[in-house]
């Protein structure tokens, strides 16, 4: 894998993300160095607005001046951005077999659509009305930013969850069988034994479905703060206890595991 590099790159991120954990966890991953601006959700549009892929996040800013490139389309375009930068091609998480690389694909592409956006309302429809809310929202902004989100902490908990649709009857039920559904599938092809989704190596499906599903799981190495599980409102505390026992909940937490290392740890694949 290679070393650091010198090229400047800056990540923009919403704190509390799981996307935004699946593009840091990748960039830490391949040993590329980077600063993260992280930002309270609704905050980080002035930072993001005029970028190349709308105003979400996460975005990767590499170099500085008119040579700048901005990778925003989402998490997985920097997650294959910071993929190719590792040298050894037994440890990318893209296969280079075109079959086994579209299988891989097929996954990510899966977890980015249903899983990540239903994991994400189902939480927050019982997350903007607790007291650790700010401390969620705000996690790693600047000093500045946060006095704003305190005073605006009314309006934007409502936008937030009209934004999401969550006011909207029948959301969180739906949103909970879509979660169901993809681990249950997950669940599906571990049953043979395999290691890991795709068969015996982990790949981007692997490190997709972790980052995207662990906030139904609370894996304790994640780069992202979470209100503890005690400290949930019962119907979502109940629901994460009964994913962490399925076999694709042991699965993110195993990944988290033996998987998810900060830069200054031992490097493993």
């Known amino acids: 894998m290679s070393g650091a590099t010198a090229e400047v790159h800056r990540l923009i991120s919403i704190g509390p993300s799981h996307f935004c954990e699946k593009a840091r966890w990748a960039l830490e991953r391949a040993y590329i160095a980077f600063t993260e601006d992280k930002h309270a959700p609704g905050t980080h ?56 690389r579209q299988l891989v694909q097929s996954w990510v592409t899966k977890f980015d659509d249903q899983l990540g956006p239903h994991v994400r309302r189902f939480a927050y429809c019982y997350l903007m009305f607790v007291p650790s809310t700010y401390k969620l929202l705000t996690q790693g902004s600047s000093t500045p930013e946060k006095v704003v989100v305190w005073f605006m902490m009314p309006l934007l908990r409502r936008l937030i969850y009209r934004g999401l649709g969550c006011n909207k009857p029948g959301n969180k039920e739906k949103s909970l069988q879509v979660i169901d559904s993809m681990f249950k599938e997950v669940d599906d092809v571990l049953a043979d034994g395999r290691p890991y989704i795709c068969g015996s190596k982990f790949t981007a499906a692997d490190l997709t479905f972790a980052a995207l599903g662990g906030p ?37 937490l195993r990944t988290y595991e033996t998987k998810r290392r900060r830069p200054e740890e031992k490097r493993i694949y």
């Open 45 to 100: 549009i002035p930072y993001t607005r005029g970028l190349p892929g709308g105003t979400s996040c996460p975005k990767l800013l590499v170099g500085k001046g008119p040579a700048r490139v901005v990778i925003g389309k989402g998490s997985s375009e920097i997650l294959e951005f910071a993929d190719k930068k590792i040298t050894k091609e037994e440890d990318r998480l893209y296969p280079s077999d075109p079959e086994q």
């Open 216 to 252: 139904m799981v609370a894996p304790p190495q994640s780069g992202t703060w979470s209100v503890p599980l005690d400290e949930c409102p019962s119907e979502l505390a109940s629901a994460m206890k009964r994913l962490q026992v399925t076999p694709a909940g042991q699965h993110i």
